[in-house]
């Protein structure tokens, strides 16, 4: 199963998108966040009824330049809108939070990082609680915000300004993998520990994209990948 991760629309098309659903047997797309810039709301509904098109399963979370009202814009669209959610999906588990911590530019979807780490936790251990050991699934955090002093969070000034909430709830929940975004220029993939791979694919009007290679419940692959490739 391959599961492909855009983030940062902020309301623009790109054709290389739909060539490379076409081209590709993708069966989930998720987008981290930042759909709109800082909307019109309509753009949602209209971006993912094309990925429709390709027979693919849409999730997705807002961004902090989302405006109110992106969570049932994103449901109305009939995409599943994962923000403080968990989805079994396959062989994985997803777990969703979206907005960010607070930012210079003051944007509407921004979150106090307590907060993010309290309810990510709970998100989390509430799934820890029931999930059957017997038969794991791989376990991917979707956030808008990078975890803090990682490559997903590195500003082109050379700052790191992710969310010390996702960083925590990484280091103690330990999920497989996370994919975020909101830091246009810091594409990349990095790791925490020695457990979990951390994937910021970037803009994608910059052709930037995570694929996500599940073999089972234990096996996956994850990679940047172009869109123009
Ligand atoms: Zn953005
Ligand atoms: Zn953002």
Redesign the pocket.
Known sequence: MKILVI??V?GEYNENLYNYLDNNDIELLLIT??ITNFGPLDFVGEFINKIFEYDCDVMAIP???DPEGICNAITESGAFCLHNEIVSYGDVVLFGYGGSNPTPFDTPGEIDDSKIRDDVFELISSYNAIHNEESPKIRILVTHAPPINTDADLTSGGDHVGSHGVSSAIQEFKPEINVC??I?EAKSICQIGDTTKVANPG?LKDNGAILIDVIDNLNFDVSIISLDG
């Open positions: 983030s940062d902020h966040g930042d961004g902090n330049c975004g909101h246009h803009m």
